[in-house]
């Protein structure tokens, strides 16, 4: 079992940043692969970005060039480093992990339901 506690959410003006934390803990075979996803009021969860056991990195279009996956093993954290923040990025953010390499492997538009763990999530507002 994987248990994971997000971070580091708040209100920002558009162009501001964030950096937003999930500490986990378990198993260690729990972090194959680990994810951010985020959800906007109305909308479906979405994948931002993931970063497997090998440091290999994914995100999606509307984040490239502004956001950061990175994790630290030794303070059991993953992080999530945005920047240049749009209105758009306004929503819940969420942490997850699997046990396997598949939902990495699969692409940042995996369902999100491949995820067995997830945090509760942190709220990230921009308001412009």
């Known amino acids: 079992q994987v248990h994971m506690v997000e971070s580091g959410g708040g209100t920002v003006q558009a162009g501001g940043s964030l950096r937003l934390s999930c500490v986990y803990s378990g198993s260690i075979y729990g972090r194959a692969c680990m994810a951010w996803f985020r959800q906007a009021p109305g909308k479906e969860r979405e994948g931002v970005a993931s970063?497997?056991?090998?440091?290999?990195?994914r995100y999606a279009d509307s984040v490239k060039g502004r956001f950061t996956i990175s994790k630290d093993t030794s303070r059991h954290t993953l992080y999530l480093q945005m920047s240049g923040l749009k209105d758009e990025d306004t929503g819940m953010y969420y942490c997850a992990a699997d046990d396997s390499y598949s939902p990495c492997n699969a692409g940042i538009s995996v369902t999100p339901r491949t995820y067995d763990y997830w945090g509760q999530g942190t709220q990230v507002n921009v308001s412009s």
């Open positions: 970063i497997d056991l090998g440091g290999i990195t």
